[in-house]
């Protein structure tokens, strides 16, 4: 599907590593390296752009593209001694790159929109500029197309406290056409999108994480009405978090994918139906991990070709010394779970975005920690391709070691043990050290299972699962 192998440009020092049978991708450049957001270009091959750290605050960005081989081409843009980001990035009609990040001559102190546009070859056609008040900086910069080829640049969540909100048009060629700022108004923007009558929806959060609405801008980019989000549906409650994505499912229902605090006391991902009216018609349908932070991809959470083959993925918290994992899930548009596995190892990794492709797979970029620096910030930029049977198919039969279909927690426990996975008819055994049974189970087919372990002593147990086709997983838990 994919362009013939891609010229590889180098800007600066990378090291490749494939593993997986090419599944991933990790570019190493020895310094802080985060891919953020990934498109298909007209030639079908995929972009992202990424944002480069010396670890001595000297922002640089940049693109990279690449085929399905994982043979690619960066990047790496220059202006200067300035400090550059790119944000974000849309793709235009004549496939070339228009960007929009920010410039500064200071560390995180970023005054002024960045627009960029390169065509397919990184070559630059044209750049302008946007000045924000002095005492304004490094705003969160969201991009939209919208399907009549409007392109809008929001701006939100800057210094000081959040108070700076905004909204530009830009045209294809680079050029601003229209800018509304709007200080002191609210909370974050999380994610523009397309109203189907014109102008454009944004999905903003609202009292700290308590609750979240959307704001109605019209085409000349004002700011109309504000629709708020219950706090509860149905005695349940709906906290949004602090990240979200949002896309239309058809022409009046469009799908949340969004963090917040609900079951449990850390951050969770959720997922809602919501009418063109803004009104919630589904309670928060949850996947995750309930006991660990589930962090919401900031760019693109949630994709899909064909409803019936929904991505959805979300990463753990990053720690320096804990088992730092991402998950990846498949359901339908009746929020119907189809397939999960958690992924990443004992590494940390996490996701920016996640898009589906047209031949019914999936890719996601983000950034891994690089364990062989020593320095937590040090990171290699992380891409991963799926196809829906490494999620649906047991992770036995999968090409990945690191793939599980289930998930253990908590890890150490103590009188309970949840199991989550999306197999059905699996026997649960559970062996002591010495190699003996000491307990077995038959789980449910639902999404998730509890069962005691009061009669276990403290120590270390190897966990056995079988699913009803045979395939076995085997996993290790401790009990305090």
């Given at each position: 599907?994919?362009?013939?192998?891609?010229?590889?440009?180098?800007?600066?020092?990378?090291?490749?590593?494939q593993?997986?049978?090419q599944k991933?991708?990790?570019?190493e450049?020895?310094?802080?390296?985060?891919f953020?957001?990934?498109?298909?270009?007209?030639?079908?091959?995929y972009v992202?752009?990424?944002?480069?750290?010396?670890l001595?605050?000297?922002?640089?960005?940049g693109?990279?593209?690449?085929?399905?081989?994982?043979?690619?081409?960066?990047?790496?843009?220059?202006?200067?001694?300035?400090?550059?980001?790119?944000?974000?990035?849309?793709?235009?009609?004549?496939?070339?790159?228009?960007?929009?990040?920010?410039?500064?001559?200071?560390?995180?102190?970023?005054?002024?929109?960045?627009?960029?546009?390169?065509?397919?070859?990184?070559n630059?056609?044209?750049?302008?500029f946007?000045?924000l008040?002095?005492q304004?900086s490094n705003?969160i910069?969201?991009?939209?197309?919208?399907?009549?080829?409007k392109?809008?640049?929001?701006?939100?969540r800057?210094?000081?406290?959040?108070?700076?909100?905004?909204?530009?048009?830009?045209s294809?060629?680079?050029?601003?056409i229209?800018?509304?700022?709007?200080?002191?108004?609210?909370?974050?923007?999380?994610n523009?999108f397309?109203?189907p009558?014109?102008?454009?929806?944004?999905?903003?959060?609202?009292?700290?994480?308590?609750?979240?609405?959307?704001?109605?801008?019209?085409?000349?980019?004002?700011?109309?009405?504000?629709?708020y989000?219950?706090?509860?549906?149905n005695?349940?409650?709906?906290?949004?978090?602090?990240?979200?994505?949002?896309?239309?499912?058809?022409?009046?229902?469009?799908?949340?994918c969004?963090?917040?605090?609900?079951?449990?006391?850390?951050?969770?991902?959720?997922l809602?139906?919501?009418s063109?009216?803004?009104?919630?018609?589904?309670?928060?349908f949850?996947?995750?991990n309930p006991?660990?932070?589930?962090?919401?991809?900031?760019?693109?959470?949630?994709?899909?070709?064909?409803?019936?083959?929904?991505?959805?993925?979300?990463?753990?918290?990053?720690?320096?010394?804990?088992?730092?994992?991402?998950f990846?899930?498949?359901?339908?548009?009746?929020?119907?779970?189809?397939?999960?596995?958690?992924?990443?190892?004992?590494?940390?990794?996490?996701?920016?975005?996640?898009?589906?492709?047209?031949?019914?797979?999936?890719?996601?970029?983000?950034?891994?920690?690089?364990?062989?620096?020593?320095?937590?910030?040090?990171?290699?930029?992380?891409?991963?391709?799926?196809?829906?049977?490494?999620?649906?198919?047991?992770?036995?039969?999968?090409?990945?070691p690191?793939?599980?279909?289930?998930?253990l927690?908590?890890?150490?426990?103590?009188?309970?043990?949840?199991?989550?996975?999306?197999?059905?008819?699996?026997?649960l055994?559970?062996?002591?050290?010495?190699?003996?049974?000491?307990?077995?189970?038959?789980l449910?087919n639902?999404?998730?299972?509890?069962?005691s372990?009061?009669?276990?002593?403290?120590?270390?147990?190897?966990?056995?699962?079988?699913d009803?086709?045979?395939?076995?997983e085997?996993?290790?838990?401790?009990?305090?």
């Amino acid at each position: 599907m994919k362009k013939a192998i891609l010229a590889l440009v180098i800007l600066c020092i990378v090291a490749i590593t494939q593993v997986y049978s090419q599944k991933e991708l990790i570019v190493e450049t020895g310094d802080s390296f985060v891919f953020l957001d990934v498109k298909i270009d007209l030639d079908g091959n995929y972009v992202s752009n990424f944002f480069r750290d010396s670890l001595g605050f000297k922002y640089g960005a940049g693109l990279i593209k690449f085929n399905d081989s994982l043979e690619y081409q960066l990047y790496h843009h220059q202006k200067g001694n300035d400090y550059v980001t790119f944000e974000t990035f849309v793709l235009t009609d004549e496939n070339n790159y228009l960007i929009a990040g920010t410039i500064g001559t200071q560390h995180y102190y970023n005054h002024t929109i960045y627009i960029l546009l390169l065509d397919k070859d990184f070559n630059t056609i044209a750049e302008s500029f946007y000045e924000l008040p002095e005492q304004y900086s490094n705003p969160i910069v969201k991009m939209l197309k919208s399907p009549e080829g409007k392109i809008y640049v929001t701006l939100g969540r800057g210094s000081p406290s959040g108070m700076m909100k905004g909204v530009i048009e830009i045209s294809p060629q680079a050029e601003i056409i229209n800018a509304k700022m709007y200080y002191g108004m609210g909370y974050s923007i999380l994610n523009p999108f397309p109203n189907p009558d014109g102008g454009l929806f944004l999905f903003r959060q609202f009292m700290g994480n308590a609750f979240a609405g959307i704001t109605s801008v019209d085409t000349m980019l004002n700011f109309d009405t504000t629709y708020y989000f219950p706090e509860n549906m149905n005695g349940i409650t709906c906290d949004m978090g602090t990240n979200g994505y949002c896309k239309w499912l058809n022409d009046s229902v469009y799908i949340i994918c969004t963090e917040g605090l609900f079951e449990t006391p850390t951050l969770d991902l959720y997922l809602y139906k919501v009418s063109k009216q803004h009104q919630l018609l589904t309670v928060p349908f949850f996947v995750g991990n309930p006991t660990e932070h589930d962090n919401c991809p900031p760019n693109q959470s949630i994709d899909w070709v064909d409803p019936q083959n929904i991505y959805t993925v979300g990463y753990m918290s990053l720690s320096m010394a804990n088992r730092s994992t991402y998950f990846v899930s498949i359901i339908n548009q009746d929020f119907e779970l189809l397939g999960t596995k958690v992924c990443g190892g004992d590494y940390n990794t996490w996701i920016k975005s996640i898009t589906a492709t047209a031949d019914g797979g999936c890719i996601m970029v983000g950034a891994r920690r690089d364990y062989h620096a020593g320095i937590y910030r040090d990171t290699d930029g992380y891409i991963a391709i799926f196809q829906p049977d490494d999620i649906i198919t047991s992770a036995a039969e999968t090409a990945s070691p690191y793939d599980s279909d289930y998930l253990l927690f908590p890890n150490p426990g103590t009188n309970e043990l949840n199991i989550q996975t999306a197999r059905k008819g699996v026997n649960l055994h559970i062996f002591d050290q010495a190699g003996r049974l000491v307990l077995h189970h038959k789980l449910s087919n639902e999404f998730r299972n509890q069962i005691s372990t009061t009669q276990l002593k403290p120590g270390f147990y190897h966990i056995r699962m079988t699913d009803k086709e045979g395939n076995v997983e085997n996993q290790k838990w401790v009990k305090q």
